[in-house]
């Protein structure tokens, strides 16, 4: 069984980036610039963005964060959104989700300018990456996509088993692994939660992408030998120390790992391969 590190994939990702952020500069040109808008005061999103700030300072990218009440009207967040739409200075924009229930989420997406959309949540994006052509992808499944590249595991004509029909993690990672690409060339089934069958469909895949939040739901005795396996899920459940909570993912690793070939551990798996592909989509927005 090999572990698919997140730490030292995303980490040389990094140094990558790093490395073309210092050419450019040494070229005199402007470093990539990544806004992000955080509206209220939800912990996770908090730490998401501040680790969103962090990264960016480490790499050599300029960041602004505007954090905004949670009572801020959706009419204001839209204005803070068109204002950076319209700074030719920033290259990507994102604004951290969930939003307060006041706030219409999709019509956020909506107005932020697709060629600055880094997340790849606008409906353009999304089009034009279901089509194949150039987009920016979603960090997750672009995260898992870079994972399956750097181990060079095999792909082409497997079956691949999603569980999870998220818009953020299991439409479009299902879409890219059916692309005629590498990785891709899989034949893939969503499963979610009217699937009848999801035991008998797991036991049949050559990889399986566990994307549904619930702790442990993937057992040993649902996958066959060999199998690739792919933990998304990163609940956090109650725990003796010291934040009170630990991350939980959707695989039962100590019964699963022992049968795969290879398996994301969760923490360190794809949750870190996230910010690196928001980091890649940043970079290719200031069009280096
Ligand atoms: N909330 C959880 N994941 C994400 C993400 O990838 N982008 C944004 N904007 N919000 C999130």
Redesign the pocket.
């Known amino acids: 069984m090999i572990l698919l590190d997140g730490r030292t994939t995303s980490e040389q990702i990094k140094k990558e980036i790093t490395e073309k952020v210092e050419e450019i500069v040494r070229q005199g040109r402007k470093r990539p610039h990544l806004a992000a808008i955080l509206v209220g005061d939800d912990g996770a ?1 908090q730490t ?1 963005v501040n680790n969103k700030e962090k990264t960016c300072a480490q790499v050599g990218f300029k960041s602004t964060i505007v954090r905004m009440a949670e009572n801020t009207t959706e009419e204001r967040l839209l204005e803070e959104i068109r204002r950076f739409n319209e700074d030719s200075d920033v290259d990507g924009l ?5 939003l307060p229930k006041h706030i219409d989420e999709q019509r956020v997406i909506e107005a932020i300018d697709p060629r600055k959309d880094v ?1 790849g ?1 606008h409906p353009v994006n999304v089009g034009k990456m279901v089509l194949g052509l150039p987009s920016y992808i ?3 499944p672009d995260g898992i996509m870079e994972l399956l590249e750097r181990y060079k595991i095999e792909t082409s004509g497997k079956h691949c088993v999603i569980i999870g029909r998220s818009n ?1 993690v299991g439409r479009p990672l299902a879409n890219l692994l059916s692309h005629k690409s590498i990785p891709g060339d899989c034949t893939v089934t969503i499963c979610h939660s009217h699937t009848k069958n999801i035991k008998e469909l797991t036991l049949q895949a050559d990889i399986i992408v566990a994307a549904l939040g619930r702790p442990g739901f993937l057992k040993g005795d649902m996958v066959k030998d060999g199998v690739v396996v792919i933990d998304v899920g990163i609940t956090r459940v109650p725990a003796d120390n010291k934040s009170g909570f630990r991350l939980a993912g959707d695989v039962l690793f100590e019964e699963v790992a022992p049968k795969a070939s290879y398996i994301t551990p969760v923490p360190g798996g794809v949750g870190l391969m ?1 910010i690196t592909s ?1 980091l890649k989509n940043t970079l290719k927005a200031s069009g280096i």
């Open positions: 999103s998401y994102i604004v951290q989700l969930p997340d949540f979603s960090a997750t953020i996230t928001l």
